[in-house]
């Protein structure tokens, strides 16, 4: 059966190797496989933790031009930003009304800010914070999605979008597919500088779009142990070989490895990954410089987009409007 694959970013912050590896890279190559593909900036989320409208901005024009410069057909998927397609926010307003509060409750993101709170459970939380899981499942929902990539971290979001289409099926009838995810790098997230997972909020991330110079000063920065030049080195949970595995063939991931046990010095460990990382990114930096140069063709591109998704979007609120009883008088 032919996949339906979705995938959006968060337009907060600049892009880095962490979206490339997590969600770009891996997206791009599954719409390869003639997938219908849907790539979306994930705009409103964004106001959940920014509100900073300079900053949302320049965001969504940079992550729009990461997904461009990394090789993406706007001809053969659809590319739009999530503010431009309003039906999202309509499904989302009739997703809340049958998703149960405990269900919100459980979220790792509500949970883990409800943590650091004390006598006041609620101090600081929002109702984007607390519902975003079903913002995300009527971008999700929309358009019938079959498959989202996702990382090990993220599963629960597809769990949550599964459950909230299925109790609407159930109190309705069988309008929404329930999808699956496709689970990238199993095994662990991607390492941000300090080794924790690569993330603007934690501040630790290596820029995707920046330059060479800047691309370099950024891996010289990633935090290692102390051992010397000569000493035998674990190449098992060092954020450099987590990394470089994402950049290199087996072959020289093999190589990598055998210079651990030799005693390479971080600083030419750090160099090896600097020229892997490098060497990928050259024509992505040369796709940047040629649509940065050209911001209408970027608004063009998301507006097309935008508008072929809005068609199958119409077409599906209608058919939800129906079913719920939203229609006219007869």
């Known amino acids: ?109 509500y949970k883990a800010a409800t943590a650091l709170n004390n006598d006041d459970i609620d101090k600081g939380i929002t109702m984007g914070l607390f519902s975003y899981p079903i913002l995300m499942a009527a971008d999700i929902l929309m358009f019938d999605s079959t498959h989202v990539p996702v990382g090990p971290d993220q599963i629960q979001h597809l769990e949550m979008t599964r459950d909230i289409a299925a109790r609407f099926n159930h109190l309705y009838k069988p309008i929404f597919t329930l999808p699956e995810p496709i689970i990238h790098n199993e095994k662990k997230v991607v390492p941000g500088l300090d080794g924790r997972k690569m993330s603007k909020s934690y501040g630790n991330v290596i820029p995707l779009l920046e330059s060479e110079k800047k691309l370099r000063k950024s891996i010289m920065k990633i935090v290692t142990n102390s ?10 949970d060092c954020t450099l070989f987590e990394l470089y595995q994402h950049f290199a063939n087996e072959k020289d991931v093999l190589t990598f490895k055998q210079s651990y046990k030799d005693g390479i010095s971080w600083g030419e460990a750090k160099e090896i990954l600097f020229n892997a990382i490098n060497q990928e990114l050259k024509p992505v930096r040369e796709k940047h410089s040629e649509y940065i140069e050209d911001k209408g063709l970027i608004n063009d591109l998301l507006n097309d987009g935008a508008k072929k998704a809005r068609v199958i979007a119409k077409e599906k609120i209608s058919k939800i409007r129906e079913v719920i009883g939203i229609k006219d008088i007869s």
């Open 1 to 109: 059966m032919k996949k339906r694959i979705l995938t959006g970013i968060t337009t907060t912050g600049l892009p880095h190797i962490g979206n490339y590896i997590g969600a770009i890279k891996p997206a791009l190559e599954f719409a390869k496989d003639s997938n219908d593909s849907y790539f979306f900036l994930a705009d409103y989320h964004s106001i959940i933790k920014n509100n900073k409208p300079s900053e949302i901005s320049s965001s969504v024009e940079n992550i729009a031009l990461a997904w461009l410069s990394c090789g993406l057909d706007t001809n053969s998927t659809y590319f739009y930003r999530q503010s431009d397609v309003p039906e999202i926010l309509e499904l989302s307003w009739i997703l809340n009304c049958i998703t149960a509060k405990g269900l919100m409750n459980r979220s790792h993101a």
């Open 227 to 236: 051992l010397e030049p000569g000493e035998p080195k674990d190449f098992n």
